[in-house]
């Protein structure tokens, strides 16, 4: 391996980890949540598809849907999700937001707005065009390699 590709990516992913950190703490206090990873991913699954099954939502997450329904349970015991029966299908289980979720995600629209706002907005627009392309190329060349 290329020793200056390495530094170059590591140089670039500590800047970056820096960078959300500094952001997670500046915005934590805002988002009001007390999630643990997997229950954020579970919520951004639901958020994004609107309604899914546990199943449908266990092999997006490659996990069990035991795994599944134990997140799902605490989520919906705190108002973010709620479930239902399939009425279609009565052994499948539906999720989807409630209140509380969908709070979650409209706290989330506030903070990514602002930090548009106060930091990329500082970005000439050239900078942000590249960033934005360069970010993308990047996402593809990591789904083609890994799906």
Do not use: C
Not at 79 to 103: H, S
């Amino acid at each position: 391996m290329d020793e200056r590709l390495y530094q170059t990516v590591k140089e670039i992913n500590e800047a970056e980890y820096t960078a959300n950190m500094l952001l997670l703490q500046e915005y934590n206090e805002l988002l009001q949540a007390d999630l643990t990873s997997k229950q954020a991913v579970v919520l951004e699954h639901i958020h994004k598809h609107k309604r899914l099954t546990v199943k449908e939502l266990a092999d997006l997450m490659l996990i069990t849907s035991s795994a599944v329904s134990q997140l799902i349970g605490k989520l919906d015991k705190e108002g973010y999700l709620k479930r239902e029966i399939n009425p279609n299908n009565r052994r499948e289980i539906l999720v989807e937001l409630d209140q509380a979720g969908w709070d979650y995600f409209e706290r989330q629209q506030k903070v990514e707005k602002s930090i548009a706002e106060r930091f990329y907005s500082k970005l000439d627009p050239e900078e942000l065009s590249a960033l934005r392309k360069i970010t993308f190329k990047l996402q593809k060349i990591i789904e083609a390699e890994l799906r």
